[in-house]
């Protein structure tokens, strides 16, 4: 080294005389990146060579050592200070006791504390509060673990009006040695974040809680419990009165004053009597409120309680002017409920003078957002109560009201629709009286629920009247009801509310029980077999052939013929029944047996323990239980005589039929009678072949029959002038309530009914 400065000898701590000479290696730190001190120590400078020429030629070097930027020096310590005073976030030191050491001029800000009010104290002895006792706690915790933290707190502070949301960061302060030597604490008010968040969450919700109920009342008040009292101080949900009948108000604004029906409310405290609306109280709000103006406009009102229209408007409506004033309302919004493009009614929001905030633009928006949800969920359930009414109606009109009364059997029955359904489904049951004291029996299940499957078992019922009307075996019945089925289900037209076509899904058992021969005569259809019980409570499921599904079509029913015991029970039901989610077709069918040991108890209480049992609660399909107690009819209802193909045993059969009239105390259904016998038995003779049988059956009416080998149908003609004959059934035809024709396996039976009055 040829020269070294005074202030490069002082860094280094030589004297010139120590340094000229000594080459620069000497001077290095041992890893050669600096310079070294005199006692050996790195220093934290940076060293820069720069070559002096001379004549073309480097004749020395320029050392220049200057002090790393980086390195604490005063300078950068008052640069520090100045960082930590004017930061616009709080920022504060706290000892491992939890004192504070130093807060910087944000901190002694939002405290409303000067400086020397600060050192020495703890948080919460200048911010109490269970807020500021989390964060103390918190500090002490990060003073022992060394590890972190982070909190948002939602508080006022001292210099605050309103409470704002708070991100704060708890941090250790360590040493060299990791060393824990003091707390950091940085707080950022963040109001703007949290409130975004919280109208995000808000959403997310509304999208959670509501749509749930199908119930239009239900839906309303989903949408007050989401904004009531996380949004709002008070909620009232307004809907039109034909909205919660389940009609669409027409499009366009009211004519006239619109009536609101209070649908739902919520309030973050208890309303006094003389501002509390019902639900489903009905009020009618003057032109001048905000309420009138959106169902007239469809546009959402945002209004402070100091705006003129707000004051015009409570002076009046009292109801909502004694709400005003007894919890000092701030602020509102009124917002249209829109579906379908019309008005379906109106959602009305206050917040009371103790809220942090009035309503503000952002509230507004949130406001629609959630209501235009709410919108969707109220048409929902507006429809679904349209749809139910319907299904109910249709369904109380074709199901039967009341058990059948029949000298045949005594009957019970339940039906209770698939939970979650419009109310009706598709099973169906019926109990049809028939001639010579018979009883028809069906019950059918239609794969669905609602409406469309409400109105194809109606088809199907109806269908099912009329072909046992016309007196058709069961075989029979269900071959013509499968036709009907196969061919007359029309194409389904696309739309997104219908339901898969009932008609193929659909299922039926028809029974025919005969109480003079004390016969049953079943077929099914796809259908569970029923279960006997008989008289000494021993049970069983009837072995029957079971034919396919209806709908399927040209393949074969066949029909099982049993002797049922009087006072036996027989159960028809349809699977909802007997299967479930908890359980299985065979188990439920071993339950319901057991439950049917009891044929003498009542069949109503039968009806309520299979239900008790099997289907506690309303589950995912229809239920349908149909209870037959059968009972034969007795040899003093009936009378019968075989007859000879000889024209001469008219008049016999017409004074045997008049002797047993006389001893059943019938004798002024005598002349019409002897009449129908003498046709019915004339024509038997003259047209059709033998056995011929004469039989009269006394029940609730007087039925007389005749039976012959022929399956030729007799059928009434209009007779000319001229004509000798062809007047006979007519005239049977016009004497007697109603008269048909039944087919047998040995040909058929013409009868003839009469009221017993």
């Known amino acids: 080294m040829a020269y070294w400065s005074a202030e490069a000898q002082e860094l280094l701590g030589y004297t010139s005389a120590q340094?000229?000479?000594?080459?620069?290696?000497?001077?290095?730190?041992?890893?050669?990146?600096?310079?070294?001190?005199?006692?050996?120590?790195?220093?934290?400078?940076?060293?820069?060579?720069?070559?002096?020429l001379g004549a073309g030629k480097q004749e020395a070097v320029l050392v220049a050592v200057a002090p790393d930027p980086m390195t604490p020096t005063p300078a950068n310590d008052r640069l520090a200070t100045w960082a930590f005073e004017q930061m616009s976030r709080v920022l504060a030191i706290y000892d491992c006791d939890g004192r504070a050491l130093t807060a910087n001029e944000a901190t002694k800000r939002v405290v409303g504390l000067p400086e020397r009010d600060i050192p020495g104290r703890r948080l919460t002895e200048f911010l109490p509060g269970p807020a500021f006792e989390e964060a103390e706690r918190r500090i002490l915790r990060v003073s022992r673990t060394g590890e972190p933290e982070y909190t948002e707190?939602?508080?006022?502070?001292?210099?605050?009006?309103?409470?704002?949301?708070?991100?704060?960061?708890?941090?250790?302060?360590?040493?060299?040695?990791?060393?824990?030597?003091?707390?950091?604490?940085?707080?950022?008010?963040?109001?703007?974040?949290?409130?975004?968040?919280?109208?995000?969450?808000?959403?997310?919700?509304?999208?959670?809680?509501?749509?749930?109920?199908?119930?239009?009342?239900?839906?309303?008040?989903?949408?007050?419990?989401?904004?009531?009292?996380?949004?709002?101080?008070?909620?009232?949900?307004?809907?039109?009165?034909?909205?919660?009948?389940?009609?669409?108000?027409?499009?366009?604004?009211?004519?006239?004053?619109?009536?609101?029906?209070?649908?739902?409310?919520?309030?973050?405290?208890?309303?006094?009597?003389?501002?509390?609306?019902?639900?489903?109280?009905?009020?009618?709000?003057?032109?001048?409120?905000?309420?009138?103006?959106?169902?007239?406009d469809g546009r959402p009102e945002l209004r402070d309680f100091t705006d003129p229209e707000i004051i015009r408007w409570l002076a009046e409506d009292p109801l909502h002017a004694a709400h005003a004033d007894a919890f000092g309302a701030r602020s509102l919004i009124a917002v249209p409920i829109r579906a379908r493009g019309t008005v379906l009614g109106t959602v009305l929001l206050l917040r009371y003078a103790t809220a942090p905030d009035p309503?503000?633009?952002?509230?507004?928006?949130?406001?629609?957002?959630?209501?235009?949800?709410?919108?969707?969920?109220?048409?929902?359930?507006?429809?679904?109560?349209r749809e139910r009414g319907i299904a109910l109606a249709l369904q109380r009109s074709l199901l039967p009201r009341e058990p059948t009364v029949h000298p045949a059997a005594e009957t019970a029955f339940r039906y209770v629709p698939a939970g979650g359904s419009a109310g009706a489904g598709g099973d169906w049951f019926d109990v049809i009286p028939l001639p010579g004291a018979r009883i028809g029996l069906v019950v059918g299940d239609v794969v669905g629920h609602g409406i469309n499957a409400t109105a194809t078992m109606?088809?199907?019922?109806?269908?099912?009247?009329?072909?046992?009307?016309?007196?058709?075996?069961?075989?029979?019945?269900?071959?013509?009801?499968?036709?009907?089925?196969?061919?007359?289900?029309?194409?389904?037209?696309?739309?997104?509310?219908?339901?898969?076509?009932?008609?193929?899904?659909?299922?039926?058992?028809?029974?025919?029980?005969?109480p003079v021969s004390r016969t049953c005569s079943l077929a099914l259809a796809g259908h569970p077999a029923p279960i006997l019980v008989h008289p000494d409570g021993t049970t069983r499921a009837v072995d029957l052939p079971i034919g396919p599904p209806l709908g399927l079509g040209s393949l074969p029913f066949e029909a099982t013929e049993l002797e049922l015991p009087e006072g036996g029970l027989l159960a028809l039901f349809t699977n909802g029944l007997v299967e479930s989610r908890d359980h299985d077709i065979d188990e439920g069918i071993h339950t319901l047996r057991r439950i049917l040991d009891r044929p003498t108890a009542p069949l109503d209480s039968l009806c309520d323990r299979a239900l008790d049992a099997l289907h506690p609660q309303p589950d995912g399909d229809d239920v349908a239980l149909l209870l037959i107690r059968t009972r034969g009819l007795g040899q003093d209802s009936l009378a019968s005589w075989?007859?000879?193909?000889?024209?001469?045993?008219?008049?016999?059969?017409?004074?045997?039929?008049?002797?047993?009239?006389?001893?059943?105390?019938?004798?002024?259904?005598?002349?019409?009678?002897?009449?129908?016998?003498?046709?019915?038995?004339?024509?038997?003779?003259?047209?059709?072949?033998?056995?011929?049988?004469?039989?009269?059956?006394?029940?609730?009416?007087?039925?007389?029959?005749?039976?012959?080998?022929?399956?030729?149908?007799?059928?009434?003609?209009?007779?000319?002038?001229?004509?000798?004959?062809?007047?006979?059934?007519?005239?049977?035809a016009q004497l007697t309530e109603r008269w048909g024709t039944r087919y047998t396996h040995t040909g058929k039976t013409i009868w003839a009914e009469q009221p017993i009055r």
Request: with cysteine; hydrophobic share 40%.
């Open 19 to 52: 340094i000229i000479g000594r080459p620069l290696a000497d001077l290095r730190s041992p890893d050669g990146s600096t310079l070294r001190h005199r006692d050996g120590r790195p220093l934290d400078v940076q060293v820069r060579l720069f070559p002096l």
């Open 458 to 514: 109606g088809r199907l019922r109806t269908a099912v009247r009329t072909l046992a009307d016309i007196d058709l075996p069961p075989d029979e019945l269900l071959t013509h009801l499968d036709d009907i089925v196969t061919h007359a289900t029309p194409p389904q037209v696309a739309d997104d509310d219908a339901e898969l076509p009932g008609d193929i899904g659909a299922t039926c058992l028809y029974a025919v029980y005969d």
């Open 642 to 732: 075989d007859l000879p193909s000889d024209a001469a045993v008219v008049a016999q059969a017409r004074r045997s039929a008049r002797d047993r009239l006389s001893a059943w105390g019938l004798d002024d259904l005598a002349f019409v009678t002897e009449l129908v016998v003498s046709e019915l038995v004339t024509n038997a003779i003259r047209y059709a072949t033998g056995p011929i049988q004469l039989r009269l059956i006394k029940d609730q009416t007087l039925t007389c029959e005749v039976s012959d080998g022929s399956s030729t149908s007799p059928h009434l003609r209009r007779a000319r002038l001229s004509d000798e004959g062809g007047r006979g059934l007519l005239l049977v």
């Open 153 to 296: 707190l939602f508080v006022r502070l001292p210099q605050e009006e309103k409470a704002h949301a708070w991100a704060v960061d708890i941090f250790p302060l360590k040493d060299a040695g990791g060393r824990v030597r003091a707390v950091g604490l940085a707080a950022d008010d963040h109001t703007e974040q949290y409130n975004t968040r919280e109208r995000l969450a808000l959403l997310s919700e509304a999208r959670t809680r509501m749509g749930t109920s199908l119930d239009v009342a239900g839906s309303a008040k989903e949408l007050a419990d989401v904004l009531v009292p996380r949004f709002a101080d008070f909620v009232a949900v307004d809907l039109l009165d034909v909205v919660l009948r389940g009609a669409l108000p027409p499009p366009g604004p009211p004519i006239g004053p619109a009536t609101l029906r209070r649908a739902a409310q919520g309030c973050s405290r208890r309303l006094p009597p003389s501002a509390l609306l019902g639900a489903d109280e009905a009020h009618t709000p003057p032109p001048s409120s905000p309420l009138a103006r959106c169902l007239t």
């Open 359 to 385: 309503f503000g633009p952002d509230d507004l928006t949130i406001t629609e957002d959630v209501v235009t949800r709410a919108a969707i969920c109220l048409d929902n359930a507006r429809r679904f109560t």
